[in-house]
């Protein structure tokens, strides 16, 4: 069934949106999705019935069977990754783009903001454009007339009002398109990452701006790729994989389920008795032939809890004899490629004295504070001098699983305290054990 859009939702009076079973499919090939397009309109118009359930050559699902309903003053998180689904869902919700099958009811207005300047005809000028949009949410002249001064004044471009929108930059564009779909008091308010554009004083005006909405009723669809976002905003998360609904519930439980699927280790390291190669380079006077991550009792691991002890042990074997006085060098990034901890012995102050036949080396870390982080060592073996690169290796993977209420990149301890105002010039005294 296509989506129908009703002022009326027999079940629940509190549901302001529901959605039932929702699919949409699209065409890799631009020639045989105009040639569907036009197969499809010719059996619409001569009354025959187009073939939802299956996909024909080149056709994939970009949303397949999805429900949910959105009650009065909620907030929903679209959670996924890149290709998900998210905005095709949203844009189903709009009324953009028609549902394949499956059926969606809104009641109230929507506003939306789902990508930058939708919405917007760009030879028309911004405030043109204003009564458009007012016009689309059922306005009339006279309701926008009342709003379009404090439209105008959040969006900062007063000067620009009268220019074409097609001249305005994407700040511009944004800052227009959020105070459009802000200020006529919809009832349901979709936004797609509107939180991660504009300056920074532009989103501390978005969030004050959502938190009133809020505090009035206002329902939203929020889609963010910044879980602090999701966390601080959602009631519940709608996590999509492929078009289809992996997890529909509380939002800590789906963003914890997202940032592990984010952070799966392909089997890198054997635990199979074999030999992990990893890619290498140097002189080879020495060489490490194994390199894997411990706990303290020796057994190997791929994976830790955010703050646990790991072990990086290397076995080694001299090839052309004793390596006086070397440098152990280890660098950690994150999926990023960002360098997440760099050190050495030397840096440390600790001599490896000489290496020689064979041994294994070991760098204990009490605590690795890294939050919902897939680690990757580099390691690299100097002589004494860091003249001569004896070996390098990297590509050791450690997943380190960190809780879903924090979601920085590294979870450290804190303590939160409040003084007197008497007592401020006093020294605060932080307990050893926090850091």
């Known amino acids: 069934m296509s989506s129908t859009s009703t002022n009326s939702i027999n079940t629940d009076s509190e549901v302001l949106a529901r959605v039932e079973g929702v699919s949409k499919k699209f065409c890799r090939s631009l020639k045989r999705s105009l040639w569907y397009g036009l197969k499809d309109m010719a059996a619409e118009a001569t009354g025959g019935s187009r073939n939802h359930d299956r996909l024909r050559l080149d056709e994939f699902w970009a949303v397949n069977g999805v429900s949910f309903k959105l009650r009065h003053g909620e907030c929903l998180g679209l959670i996924g990754g890149n290709g998900a689904g998210k905005t095709t869902l949203l844009k189903m919700l709009n009324g953009l783009i028609k549902p394949d099958k499956g059926e969606i009811e809104m009641r109230g207005r929507v506003g939306a903001l789902i990508a930058l300047g939708a919405g917007f005809n760009p030879i028309l000028t911004g405030r043109e454009n204003i009564y458009v949009n007012g016009s689309v949410l059922g306005l009339t002249k006279r309701e926008v007339d009342e709003k379009i001064e404090e439209i105008i004044d959040f969006a900062e471009i007063r000067e620009f009002i009268d220019s074409p929108v097609q001249s305005y930059s994407s700040g511009m564009a944004v800052r227009l398109g959020f105070a459009v779909a802000s200020s006529l008091n919809p009832d349901i308010l979709l936004l797609d990452e509107v939180l991660a554009v504009g300056d920074m004083q532009f989103q501390a005006k978005c969030l004050n701006t959502l938190g009133k909405m809020r505090s009035k009723g206002s329902s939203f669809i929020l889609v963010s790729h ?6 601080r905003y959602c009631d519940h998360v709608l996590y999509l994989k492929k078009g289809q609904i992996a997890y529909s519930g509380r939002t800590e439980q789906g963003v914890e389920m997202l940032l592990k699927d984010m952070m799966i280790v392909q089997p890198t390291n054997e635990h199979d ?9 140097g002189s080879f006077a020495v060489v490490i ?4 991550f411990a706990t303290g009792k020796g057994e190997r691991v791929n994976e830790i809890a955010c703050g646990e002890s790991v072990n990086l042990v290397l076995h080694y074997r ?15 990034r994150d999926q990023t490629g960002d360098a997440w901890f760099h050190g050495s012995n030397k840096i440390s102050g600790v001599d490896l004295a000489e290496l020689r036949d064979t041994g294994r080396l070991t760098v204990a870390f009490p605590s690795l504070p890294a939050n919902n982080q897939v680690l990757s060592a580099a390691i690299a073996l100097w002589d004494s001098s860091m003249d001569e690169l004896i070996y390098w290796c990297r590509g050791l993977k450690l997943r380190v699983v960190g809780h879903p209420s924090s979601t920085g990149r590294v979870r450290i301890e804190c303590q939160w305290l409040k003084q007197p105002v008497q007592d401020t010039s006093r020294d605060i005294c932080v307990p050893d054990n926090v850091c």
Request: glycine residues 6%; contains cysteine.
């Open 226 to 231: 910044s879980m602090v976002n999701i966390t």
């Open 273 to 281: 008795g074999k030999t992990h190669k990893m890619e290498e380079a």
């Open 289 to 292: 032939e194994e390199a894997y």
């Open 318 to 332: 001299c090839r052309k004899g004793p390596v006086v006085n070397p440098v152990l060098e280890v660098v950690l």
